[in-house]
């Protein structure tokens, strides 16, 4: 009997991990438009796509800070998932048009290198993930009164960050171009 409950015991643990080996995982993945960032899911039987015919316009209105200095501020890397998302089901990525506006807690992610070192005493994660959203043409905005709030000036930021009135300023006429706003 004894060696009977082994053998099922046995048996059973065998076909668990069978069938957790076999079993389909769905891991995120990138690509194909950032290999490095911005990883995603792939879903079968979708019911809802966008066109791809259509334009895609979002700005990004981020104002939430990564609390540890050394780490990437993920909604930033969430636009790179926008692009890997949309292309891979289909949208070409030349009808994607983005833009961000930093503000508030988010202001020390356009630092420059030397004056995020000075402040945080480790480098911008964030470096990377706003030079490949602007070469891929996304234009990206800090709010000028959170900028001089905390006691910044232009010359404290990364090149590719340009200066807005406020972030309010650059939201409303984005969104009055048909932008979509996206706020996490």
Known sequence: MKNTFQNFFALTL????????????N?????PVFDTVGAIYSIDDLDFTPNPSQELKAIFDIANKQADAGKVNSI???????????????IPKEQIH??????GGAVKDALNSTVYKEKFNVDNPNVSLIKSLSEM?????????????????KSDLLPEVKVGLSAMSVLTVYQMDNYALIKF
């Open 137 to 153: 043409g996304v234009d990206v905005f800090l709010c000028g009164q959170s900028m001089t709030a905390k006691g910044y000036n």
């Open 27 to 31: 891991k995120p993945t990138t690509g």
């Open 76 to 90: 930033i890397s969430s636009m790179h998932r926008y692009y890997n998302m949309h292309v891979r089901y289909g």
């Open 98 to 103: 983005l833009a961000l506006v930093l503000h």
């Open 14 to 25: 065998f076909l668990s991990v069978i069938n957790f080996s076999f079993g389909q995982v």
